[in-house]
């Protein structure tokens, strides 16, 4: 059976925007403060998409470290991210035409992240997005954190949407990880890792994207359907929990 499409779910950080090569420059500062070795391909295939208190005590081999020490840490590093980005986001090529159009087919937008408040607040203020904070599922308020599927659960539950009727966007494999183990449609942005990389995700995400351009071009024609009819010309998607939501080819 084909579902209509009651919600999309966001990561934030690669997802809306590129902005991880930001990121990568605050990491290095802060590495070099530290005596941390420089951020590698390696290093980000298992930080990339987690929460930072479960990144810094094995970056810094302290199993000991507590939470309040892990959260000074990443004001730090945090804190170096949004005065070298302020100013200089902006979001992916076709976003804001994908938001009115979710918005105009009465499917409810909300966003999944492992970044802490003052980051969340701070990218959305720079895309001009700052009106949907209210919307937010941050999963460093939650007991796990991606790859777990919490993030996801929470923010379909903001929005009162079912997880197997939504779409979900993440362009790390963590975030594909979860998003699936949620029943989500999950849709990869090869802002950071190519595609090649993304579709090996176990299990991979439904679709991969270079930006919503793309998106609305290849996979967006079910935005013409009646708000709760699947368009009869689409294939679907099976999720992972085996249900399946309604995406053009």
Not at 188 to 201: C, D, F, H, N, W
């Amino acid at each position: 059976m084909t579902h209509d499409i009651q919600g999309a779910v966001f990561d934030i950080d690669g997802t809306l925007l590129n902005n991880m090569p930001f990121h990568e420059e605050a990491f290095n500062t802060f590495a070099a403060v530290h005596g941390l070795p420089q951020l590698t391909p390696e290093t980000r295939k298992w930080m990339d998409g987690k929460r930072n208190r479960d990144i810094f005590p094995r970056l810094f081999s302290r199993d000991d470290m507590t939470l309040e020490e892990s959260e000074a840490l990443s004001e730090q590093k945090e804190s170096l991210y949004r005065e070298l980005s302020k100013g200089r986001l902006s979001s992916l090529a076709g976003l804001d035409r994908l938001l009115d159009l979710l918005e105009a087919r009465g499917v409810r937008i909300a966003f999944a992240t492992s970044a802490p408040k003052a980051n969340v607040e701070h990218t959305l203020a720079e895309l001009g997005l700052d009106h949907r904070l209210g919307l937010v599922a941050r999963s460093d308020e939650l007991p796990r954190g991606k790859p777990f599927p919490d993030v996801f659960l929470e923010a379909a539950r903001l929005i009162e949407a079912l997880p197997e009727h939504c779409l979900a966007f993440e362009d790390a494999p963590a975030g594909i990880v979860a998003a699936r183990a949620a029943g989500m449609t999950t849709i990869g942005v090869s802002t950071s890792y190519p595609r090649e990389i993304l579709a090996q995700t176990d299990p991979p995400p439904h679709a991969v994207i270079a930006d919503y351009d793309q998106f609305l071009s290849e996979r967006g024609a079910w935005l013409t359907a009646p708000p709760h009819a699947a368009p009869k010309d689409t294939a679907s998607a099976r999720t992972h929990s085996g249900t399946e939501a309604s995406l053009s080819e």
